[in-house]
Nanobody
């Protein structure tokens, strides 16, 4: 069973960079057909897919965020990470890491990130 755990600061100042890491257990991030995503949910709104890194290292981004978001991985630690640059209070929300394997989803518990001075 794949398990995911988000980690990172819960408070980020405006204009700074939000950095989160997802640690994966129960499976390798290089296993064929796995796609590893970051998804967020602002308060009072639905979930928004931000981007993903595939098992082969290819990356994909939401059109609305691709100028500010960067997803990378550390295969030695079985982790993948999100950086979101130039954050504003509108980037406040719960951030989830997600794994998709042939249509089946696995979720982290989510981590609250607040952008505030």
């Amino acid at each position: 069973q794949v398990q995911l755990q988000e980690s990172g600061p819960g408070l980020v100042k405006p204009s700074q960079t939000l950095s989160l890491t997802c640690t994966v257990s129960g499976g390798s991030i290089t296993t064929r057909h796995f796609y590893w995503s970051w998804i967020r949910q602002p308060p009072g709104k639905g979930r928004e897919w931000m981007g993903a890194i595939a098992y082969d290292g290819d990356t994909y981004y939401s059109e609305s965020l691709k100028s500010r978001a960067s997803i990378s991985r550390d295969t030695s630690k079985n982790q993948f990470s999100l950086q979101l640059h130039s954050v504003t209070p509108e980037d406040t929300g719960v951030y989830y890491c997600n794994a998709n394997y042939l249509g089946r989803d696995y979720w982290g518990q989510g981590t609250q990130v607040t952008v505030s001075s």
